[in-house]
């Protein structure tokens, strides 16, 4: 079936540590999106990809990177600059100029930092 | 700038009706849209609406769209427990993403 896998599903990590959080999809879209969610506060968009080698920063990119070296997947790393990571971790796609706009949303990858 | 504003919280009763009211700021997005998210997952596209359009109806679900109030609104008929849920509004933003509002949560109590 096709869809959007992120991985892990749940991650610790220590103060100072970088992670990395996967995200492939076999659906053939363009344009990849990573969202945060914390508690009240709605989706907050971090990163997006509209083709491959390339990507924009988002509303709260500070503290994350991301890399879109193939179409099917878009890593997002959390580094020790960010301050506050602990967060719910979304990754979306859809296809790009095209269609209803919607995106297609995997699900989640919850980072805690102890 | 986009901006998208919801209720955070909604209790009924099964069986009644429930409408979660959303407001938005960008006239021009051509589609408005309604995702359901369950506890710990992703998000779910429940239904859309296109910018033309007074209403939609599908099954359960009747959406009315106010483009003069910039005014969404979502209602679930004979609410279940299982559409517990948080229920979030969205328009199109300017970079192909979709600008989310904070999310209602709806309780239904048996």
Redesign the interface.
Known sequence: DGG?T?SPKYLFRKEGQNVTLSCEQNLNHD?M?W?RQDP????R?IY?S?IVNDF?K?DIAEGYSVSREKKESFPLTVTSAQKNPTAFY?C?S?I??RG?????????S?LTVL | GEDVEQSLFLSVREGDSSVINCTYTDSSSTYLYWYKQEPGAGLQLLTYIFSNMDMKQDQRLTVLLNKKDKHLSLRIADTQTGDSAIYFCAEGGSQGNLIFGKGTKLSVKP
């Open positions: 959007i992120q344009a999106y969202y009240g506060q709605g989706l968009l997006y509209q924009q988002g979304l979306a859809s790009r100029g209803t706009g919607e995106l297609f949303f995997g699900e989640g919850r």
